[in-house]
Structure formats: structure tokens, C-alpha cells
């Protein structure tokens, strides 16, 4: 798979990106996957590589940039060592929807400006804490985003004045949320309570839940779930596809 490593100047910096491509000259329509709480590893170049096998440009940023060397997590492991765990919260704490906003922007403009990329309006892709990413930047980036999947997301209702669930009213995207079961980050209360807000809000969209646990979709996560992952990639194809291919 045809692979291009670059930096994105944002205002807070400079950002390491990949740029996975199909095989061909394009363009291709684009696609920023937000990466989970475990930032950019080994298992989301594959799944980059993975989405862009099926016809887009998809751009794979490290979040976690304004933390220069940062030493990559343990995914089997993070949660159970408490040094390991203050560190990741506090890094995931620093990825605030202001700076979504703004690395959205900068991403955004350099898929523009790509020759393997066409077109002003992209999709969006996350996981856990990316697929909350997804959904804020649907609502605060709305003239550049087609289409929004959130998988496993976290933190999509709250009741802090910034709940992305606010947005809805600003979102022109088609929006796929796909939640965990017995996730207390995305529960049924707060599915109901976001298909509400974007229903009144006119806003294209399908909220569901899948029958596996929070982080079913990535295969270096020990709740990786293939049956889920599988789900998880057709409803990908079928909201970019009708979102993205046609443009």
C-alpha cells in the first residue's frame, strides 16, 4: 500500500502524519482515522492501510504531538499500571476539542492541497477517544466534513457545556456512531439521548450498538472482537461510499 510520511504545521506545532493511498494514480476522496487512547502504533497503520484498500486517501495523525517522543503504550498492560495510566490520561486530557478544532483545520487543508486527494470535504474515523474526535469535529468543522464514524467513542453525551452532543445542530455530515455494550463511557441513555439530538437536528444518522466490549475494532486491544471489526468495516464503506465516492 502506497504510503507517504509528512508533517502538518498546525498552531500549536508540527504534526507527524502517514498518508495511506490505494494502489493507482487517483485522486481519491480523503479520510482523517483518529487513532484511540493508545495514539498512532503498528495496528492503526494497518488499519489505515486497510480503509484505503477501499478506494480513499486516508491520513493517520499522531494526536499526541504536542508530546515530542512520547513513548508509545502497552495496550495489554496501560490500564493496569498506574504510572502508565496517569501518563495516558494526562496525554488523552491534553486533546481537548479546541485543539481537535484546530488540527482538523490544518488536516484538512493538506488533504486539500494533495494530488492523490480530491475534493473540499472529507470523512472522519475514530475509536474510543477518537471516535469522540469524530463527532466534535463534525459539528465545529462542518463546512469540511462529509461524513463522521465514531466506533466505540466515549464521552459523546455529557453534561459539560462542550458535550458533542451539543453540535448536532451544526453538523451537515451523515453520522454512524457504533457503541460497546456495558460501556459506561456510551451507554444506552446516552445513545438515546444523542439520536435525539440529531434527529432534531435533521442531521443524517444511524446510533447502534454492537454485541462486544469498548475497543472491539482494534486488533491490538485485547477486547478485539473480529466478528465486530468485520461489522465495523462494511458500515464504514456503506457511510463513506454514500458520503465520499459520489463527490
Known amino acids: 500500500m502506497p504510503t507517504i510520511t509528512d508533517t502538518i504545521t498546525t498552531p ?16 481519491w476522496p480523503g479520510v482523517v482515522m483518529y487513532p484511540d487512547a493508545g495514539g498512532v502504533r503498528a495496528a492503526f497503520d494497518e488499519m489505515a492501510a486497510e480503509l484505503a484498500g477501499y478506494g480513499y486517501a486516508v491520513l493517520l495523525p499522531d494526536v499526541y504531538y504536542r508530546h515530542p517522543g512520547w513513548a508509545p503504550f502497552d495496550m495489554a498492560t496501560v490500564f493496569a499500571d498506574a504510572k502508565e495510566r496517569g501518563r495516558l490520561f494526562s496525554m488523552i486530557g491534553d486533546v481537548t476539542p479546541d485543539r481537535m478544532t484546530t488540527d482538523a483545520r490544518a488536516f484538512f487543508d493538506y488533504l486539500a492541497g494533495r494530488p492523490e486527494v480530491r475534493g473540499e470535504k ?3 474515523c475514530g475509536y474510543c477517544m477518537g471516535g469522540r474526535t469524530s463527532v466534535v469535529v463534525a459539528g ?3 463546512d469540511r466534513v462529509a461524513a463522521a464514524a465514531s466506533f466505540h467513542g466515549g464521552g459523546l453525551v455529557t453534561d459539560a457545556a462542550d458535550s458533542p452532543h451539543l453540535l ?4 451537515t455530515a451523515t453520522v454512524y456512531v457504533a457503541g460497546a455494550e456495558n460501556d459506561a463511557s456510551f451507554t444506552k441513555a446516552h445513545a438515546a439521548t444523542l439520536d435525539e439530538a440529531l434527529s432534531a437536528a435533521g442531521v443524517a444518522h444511524t446510533v447502534e450498538f454492537y454485541p462486544a466490549a469498548h475497543g472491539f475494532a482494534v486488533p491490538d486491544n485485547a477486547p478485539y472482537d473480529a ?4 461489522r465495523h468495516w462494511a458500515a464504514m464503506r456503506d457511510v463513506f461510499g454514500g458520503a465520499l465516492q459520489a463527490g
Open 12 to 27: 500549536d506545532g508540527a504534526c507527524p502524519v502517514r498518508l495511506f493511498t490505494p494502489e493507482g494514480s487517483g485522486p
Open 122 to 124: 472529507f470523512g472522519v
Open 140 to 142: 465545529r468543522v462542518p
Open 168 to 171: 448536532a445542530d451544526q453538523m
Open 227 to 230: 466478528d465486530a471489526a468485520a
